[in-house]
């Protein structure tokens, strides 16, 4: 069963437009979210988080929001550049570990 | 802050022999440390937690002979893949959790290819 689904595989931008990646969750004690980067042959360095409390988190050019009720959040990058291209990795935390989603990769064209 | 070096990044090995694996957390005390592993076009897959002083927890499915894990230190944790084999080869990843509220952080990963 997996508890943290990112169901887009991949997505495409241009430079300078927003990427949106989305990230649902089935799991209710979850309370604790980030997102992760990674390019290839590297280990995945942590981007943005936020915590259950909120509903939205900023940092730069990177917001994270989170719907708890529909058990949702996604990262919106404003504006691309493309040196984000990269695989994104939402994940909660549960339990003492984290859960991963399967990654978004994303591409943005100059 | 908050670094977490894994070494080596990558290594090219024979099957039948082991790989020691090495994760430190240079400037924090990580009193839990993390192993994952990413299969091609998926996910990072948890293999096992590694708690400072005590046995590690393994994942269903992982094999607690094969993938030797020892926290030894507070700053120190191993994997060993023992007797590898070319279906061991993947990229490892470790993370660690420090109580100074530091979060998860990553190493940079190793890249095993078993030949």
């Known amino acids: 069963d997996q508890q943290v689904k990112q169901n887009s595989p991949s997505l495409s931008v241009q430079e300078g437009r927003i990427s949106i990646l989305n990230c649902d969750y089935t799991?209710?004690?979850?309370?604790?979210f980030l997102w992760y980067k990674k390019y290839p042959a590297e280990g995945p360095t942590f981007l943005i988080s936020?915590?259950?409390?909120?509903d939205k988190n900023e940092d730069g050019r990177f917001t994270v929001f989170l719907n708890k009720s529909a058990k949702h959040l996604s990262l919106h990058i404003v504006p691309s550049q493309p040196g984000d291209s990269a695989v994104y990795f939402c994940?909660?935390?549960?339990?003492?570990?984290?859960?991963f989603g399967k990654g978004t990769k994303l591409t943005v064209n100059p | 802050g908050a670094v977490v070096s894994q070494h080596p990044s990558r290594v090219i090995c024979k099957s039948g022999t082991s790989v020691k694996i090495e994760c430190r957390s240079l400037?924090?005390?990580?009193?839990?440390m993390f192993w994952y592993r990413q299969f091609p076009k998926k996910s990072l897959m948890l293999m096992a937690t590694?708690?400072?002083?005590?046995?590690?927890?393994?994942e269903q499915g992982v094999e607690k002979d094969k993938f030797l894990i020892n926290h030894a230190s507070l700053t120190l944790s191993t994997l060993t893949v023992t007797s590898a084999h070319p279906e061991d080869s993947s990229f490892y990843i470790c993370?660690?959790?420090?109580?100074?509220?530091?979060?998860?952080?990553f190493g940079s990963g190793t890249r095993l290819t078993v030949v």
């Open positions: 993370s660690a959790n420090g109580p100074g509220g530091y979060g998860y952080t």
């Open positions: 799991n209710s004690m979850f309370d604790y």
């Open positions: 936020i915590s259950s409390i909120k």
């Open positions: 994940a909660a935390d549960g339990s003492e570990k984290l859960v």
């Open positions: 400037d924090f005390q990580a009193t839990t």
């Open positions: 590694s708690n400072e002083g005590s046995k590690a927890t393994y």
